[in-house]
């Protein structure tokens, strides 16, 4: 799903990523989980390279790992948020909005360019 | 989820292979258990999950990569946490006990500041190369005089003998002693002037900054008359001006053209000079008097590839042997010898150097093992805070780098401040060594120095703290934790340690004070021991007669009259007298010739220190005659010649006391000059500052032998407030003439023992340093005995001990350290008094005074230190130790 093939942006999966952790702690399964449950599986192709992109995020310090007790009692290792890394959602949601919405509006728009327009 | 547990240095992480699976396996897991509750096999569920994971193997591997390299970055962050750590609790320990860390550092500072300034000053004198190329091979070859010892110069003919016989030398080149003249550059001013031959810079491998420099021929009179200038005098006098090479310049009124500017650290092998003029020797080689008979040449010789110096040195022995046969009428007695330049060019400084630097070693023992005690007893001290740091999980690595963290610390701050009391140490000895020390040394802390000094400093920080620190890493926490603080004392191993650091200091600490009071008596000795004049109230000035206006000895005589007949004039001038040198600076010797006495042939020839005089010299300087008459006005040129002696020349060649009226001839002897008749005898002068006992000396007549310059006057009050109005009786005469050395005649006294005194100021330092160190460990030794002990002497005061015996048991227990530390001092004392044999004048190497005076001190000092601690312990009240 987050592979580079998939087309998708590597900035894209971090975004995803930190969306999900500012509801909380929690491990790469259930972080995988709700990122499809949450794109209506729109992004559900190969998950397992969701953690290479977890390690690179912990090592530019925007999450944090630690050892903790999944709610089935099993241990896993859950990801936390950082202060850094609760900046960085900030910083990167306003520029997805303000990214999307210029594409958006460049795609919906009805106004022909100059060159296009028969006079 | 739970909470997970914070930093933890016990925790150990696993591999990162298996933590990235246990991470992934959790992943699969729970993906197959979804599609199981979804309905599938358990097999089909498995096979799905795996697809929908991707590259199992591939992910893994990446993963595993990325968490090793987190995991290094994360130590390397930990490092520096950690060292920010101990250093902020080193800082705050440090000052948590201000008193152990003032003297750590003082105590540091002390020892390093010393070793770094006395290494300072024996690397710029016998370490540094000398500016000469390959100095190692070069030699400066002298008359070693067989009866007196001493360094004396070459005669012409001797050099000239030794350049046809010699094969050791590729180049020789030979140069006369340094000797003041007069630079006209619109103001007269007297300036060092050197003649050597041209090959004498061929021979030293040394070539001019600027200009070409000295060719063979400029030596002859017959082509231009050159000059090269010194790198200093070219700035000072010329302004560093590059146009100077080719510019005319008058030195002593005679044109000469510069040719070249020397490099900036050039040193002549003797003193420097300001100016360097060319010298061939085929002018002294045509007077058939002085040819043989003046000795006064140096001569330095560069060896040929593969002679050793001792080839070279055997080799001029032979000749020196072979001229002392052909010759013997001027040179029996004489010799040849070939030293090393650098160890000519260090001279008799190197053995006190030695010493100071054997001296300025011992006292970074003491440091050393002030601060070893110091440690062990803030270890010791702090043995509980380990343990329960320890105990609540401190990893031992962790404390016992907290320790190392502290000592290293301590010592660099102490190092910093030793090398600041280096830098102000070096500056005091340049004051003070100035004169004593070989002219080519400059006294700078060099990054050496510096380096050598931070290295000692680290190393005596990780040594002292390592200990401890190994210690505090096999101590049982449990143990010391439960021991309390009750009943336990210090263990005999660590109270004998300490026993011998302080025995270890008392015993260096005694030899230091003994070399010191040695010393200290030898120049108090030099400086007591009448010099047989009274140098007090005396003005002296130099006054130069340039050459060739004054060539004519009438004409000097005449100057001379007029100078002194002004200064008489003078209010407050009682005597003015003139001389060849100021009294105790004579260094020219003659041989002497006795007519009815002549020296048999294996006798060799006595050289006597000669001075010439005026009439008034005796008078003025209150030298008392004993015998005859001394000068008077009637002794003119055409006057048969006389002579005055000193009551030691008297003694030694006339013992019955018939030296009036004693005709003789001084060296070189020449067979048609009448002979010279002893008319007086004098009170002896002291000459040489090391010879207590003058010696004999002969004087002969400004009037009969012209060579004057040297004014002595005698004044009622302070002699430099007459210098003023005696500067203006000399402009009048003569304005072009400088007058210069303008200084009392007992400061120039002062300043002849200056050089001797620099030895022993230093030594007076080491011994008070060392003295002070081994009382703060006499006193750390005592106390902390004293604090171990103190709830055992509470239980012996309530169980009816006196205070006595308690003061008693602890003056038993570390009296017993410092008999050992006197015992071995004993042997130490021997050491010093050996080694300073040498360099003791009018003191027995084993002066019953100075190391009874040096026992004394430091038994009082130690006594000093001991007191409180013993006080203490005796006041000990047994109540509040108890409770």
């Known amino acids: ?79 936390r948020l950082t202060a850094e890394g609760r900046r960085q959602y900030r910083e990167q949601s306003s520029g997805w909005r303000r990214f999307t919405a210029a594409v958006d509006q460049a795609i919906s728009t009805r106004t022909a360019p100059a060159w296009a327009r028969q006079s | 989820m739970s909470d997970t547990p914070g930093r933890d240095y016990n925790f150990v992480p696993a591999k990162p292979e298996a933590e990235v699976d246990d991470e992934l396996r959790f992943h699969l897991e729970r993906r197959i258990q979804q599609y199981i509750d979804g309905g599938m096999t358990p097999d089909d569920a498995r096979r799905a999950a795996l697809q929908r994971f991707g590259d199992m193997k591939g992910i893994r591997d990446q993963c595993a990569q990325l968490l090793v390299e987190e995991r290094r970055a994360e130590a390397r962050r930990n490092w520096l946490d950690d060292l920010r750590q101990d250093l902020r ?221 001792a080839a070279a040195q055997r080799e001029l022995t032979d000749i020196g042997a072979e001229l002392e046969q052909l010759y013997a009428k001027d040179n029996l007695g004489i010799g ?154 210090e263990s005999r191993r660590t109270r004998r340690a300490r026993g011998m650091l302080v025995a270890g200091q008392l015993a260096l600490c005694v030899s230091l004070l003994a070399a010191a009071g040695l010393l200290g008596r030898s120049l108090w000795a030099m400086m007591t021991a009448p010099v047989g004049f009274n140098p007090a109230n005396v003005l002296t000035f130099t006054v130069q007669l340039p050459n060739p ?10 100057y001379y009259d007029q100078v002194t007949d002004g200064i008489r004039t003078l209010p407050g001038v009682a005597n003015v007298a003139i001389a060849s040198e100021l009294p105790m600076m004579v260094h020219n010797s003659n041989g002497l010739f006795i007519r009815s006495a002549p020296w048999a042939a294996s006798e060799p020839v006595p050289f006597i220190l000669t001075s010439i005089v005026s009439d008034d010299f005796f008078r003025t300087l209150a030298v008392p005659l004993l015998q005859g008459r001394t000068f008077s006005t009637t002794d003119v040129m055409d006057a048969p010649p006389v002579m005055v002696i000193n009551e030691a020349m008297a003694k030694r060649y006339w013992p019955n006391g018939h030296a009036v009226g004693a005709q003789v001839h001084i060296g070189p002897p020449n067979p048609k000059a009448p002979w010279i008749t002893v008319v007086g005898v004098v009170g002896s002068m002291r000459n040489d500052p090391t010879a207590l006992r003058p010696e004999p000396m002969m004087f002969l007549s400004t009037r009969q032998e012209v060579y004057g310059s040297n004014f002595m006057v005698r004044t009622s009050g302070d002699p430099l407030a007459l210098a003023a109005s005696v500067r203006r009786v000399v402009g009048a005469i003569d304005p072009t003439l400088p007058m210069f050395n303008v200084s009392a005649l007992q400061s120039v006294i002062d300043q002849r023992f200056a050089t001797r005194r620099l030895p022993v100021v230093l030594m007076t330092a080491f011994g008070a340093l060392a003295l002070v160190l081994a009382s703060v460990g006499v006193y750390a030794m005592f106390a902390n005995m004293a604090a171990a002990r103190e709830r055992e002497f509470g239980v012996r005061v309530a169980l009816g001990g006196t205070r006595a015996s308690i003061a008693a048991l602890v003056l038993r227990q570390g009296g017993v350290w410092m008999v050992v530390g006197l015992a071995l001092g004993a042997v130490g004392v021997a050491a010093a008094a050996r080694l300073l044999r040498t360099q003791l004048y009018g003191v027995p190497p084993f002066d019953p005074l100075a190391i009874g005076a040096a026992v004394l001190v430091l038994l009082v000092c130690a006594g000093v230190a001991l007191l409180v601690p013993v006080r203490r312990a005796s006041r000990v009240d047994p109540i509040t130790v108890l409770r």
């Open chain 2, 549 to 558: 206006q004054w060539s004519r000895p009438e004409m000097q005589l005449q």
């Open chain 2, 89 to 309: 609790f080193a800082v705050r320990s440090a000052v948590h006990a201000p008193l152990f860390s003032l003297l750590v550092i003082g105590t540091l500072a002390l020892g390093i500041g010393a070793n770094a300034a006395v290494f300072g000053v024996v690397k710029s004198v016998l370490l540094n190369a000398l500016p000469y190329r390959d100095a190692g091979k070069l030699i400066r070859i002298n008359a070693p005089f067989h009866n007196g010892g001493g360094r004396g110069g070459l005669s012409a003919g001797t050099i000239s003998d030794i350049r046809e016989r010699q094969k050791s030398f590729v180049s020789t080149g030979a140069f006369e002693q340094p000797d003041d003249a007069v630079y006209d550059g619109g103001q007269p001013q007297v300036i060092k002037l050197m003649w050597a031959e041209p090959a004498l810079f061929r021979t030293l491998g040394v070539s001019p900054i600027l200009g070409g420099g000295f060719r063979d021929e400029d030596a002859n009179h017959d082509t231009a008359a050159v000059a090269m200038v010194s790198y200093g005098a070219w700035q000072r006098l010329f302004a560093g001006d590059s146009k100077v090479i080719g510019r005319v310049i008058r030195l002593n009124g005679i044109p000469r053209i510069v040719v070249g500017v020397l490099p900036r650290d050039f040193v002549a092998p003797m003193d420097t000079a300001d100016f360097y003029f060319p010298m061939a020797m085929a002018p002294f080689m045509r007077n058939p008097i002085t040819v043989r008979g003046s000795h006064h040449f140096g001569m330095v010789g560069r060896l040929r590839p593969g002679v050793s110096t």
């Open chain 2, 336 to 489: 040849l010898a070939g030293v090393p330049l650098r160890d000519d060019m260090v001279g008799d400084i190197r053995t006190p150097l030695l010493i100071l630097l054997a001296s300025a070693a011992l006292v970074l023992l003491i440091t050393c093992a002030n601060l070893a005690g110091a440690l062990l007893s803030r270890t010791i001290s702090r043995r509980k805070e380990f343990a329960v740091r320890i105990a609540l999980g401190a990893g031992r690595g962790r404390v016992v780098r907290q320790l190392l963290t502290e000592s290293v610390l301590l010592a660099v701050i102490g190092g910093g401040a030793g090398l600041l009391l280096a830098a102000v140490g070096l500056r005091l000895a340049r004051g003070l060594a100035l004169g004593s020390l070989p002219h080519y040394a400059d006294l700078t802390l060099d990054p050496g120095v510096v380096a050598v000094t931070f290295a000692i400093a680290l190393a005596t920080g990780i040594a002292f703290g390592a200990g401890p620190a190994f210690a505090v890493g096999r101590s049982d926490p449990q143990g010391t934790l439960r021991e309390q603080t009750r009943g336990s004392s």
């Open chain 1, 1 to 79: 799903m987050f592979d580079k093939e998939s087309g998708l942006l590597q900035g894209t999966v971090e975004l995803l990523v930190l969306k999900t952790l500012t509801w909380g702690p929690m491990h790469g399964y259930g972080i995988a989980s709700w990122i499809e449950s949450a794109t209506d599986d729109v992004l559900s192709v190969e998950e397992g390279s969701l953690y290479p992109a977890l390690y690179r995020m912990a090592r530019k310090g925007w999450i944090k790992p630690e050892w903790g007790v999944s709610d089935n009692n099993r241990r896993a290792k859950f990801y």
